[in-house]
Nanobody, 116 residues
């Protein structure tokens, strides 16, 4: 059974930083394409960053390029999202996402609130 557990969400001031973690189990982590999505109140869930396994690259939403960095530690079965220069518009529930063998899995989400 695949499980994705996010952590690290918090209340942070504009300009601050946070690192989200996603601990994965039940899948071949090194072969799964991991990613992060977010959903703000009243809005659709949107892509933040995702691995493109076939080309060994990461795709970022334009709104977070240069501020957010995706990484993964295969030894720890954990994916990360380093978020810098946070803005109020980054406020959302952040979801971890994994794609393996054509199946997509989601975590339960972690709340990030950017406010003074």
């Amino acid at each position: 059974q695949v499980q994705l557990v996010e952590s690290g969400g918090d209340l942070v001031m504009p300009g601050g930083s946070l690192t989200l973690s996603c601990a994965a189990s039940g899948l071949i982590f090194s072969r799964a394409a991991m990613g992060w999505y977010r959903q703000a109140p009243g809005k659709q869930r949107e892509l933040v960053a995702t691995e493109i396994i076939s080309i060994g690259n990461t795709l970022y939403a334009d709104s977070v390029k240069g501020r957010f960095t995706f990484s993964k530690d295969n030894a720890k079965n954990t994916a990360y999202l380093q978020m810098n220069s946070l803005k109020p518009e980054d406020t959302a529930v952040y979801y971890c996402n994994a794609k393996e063998f054509g199946i997509t899995y989601w975590g339960q989400g972690t709340q990030v609130t950017v406010s003074s």
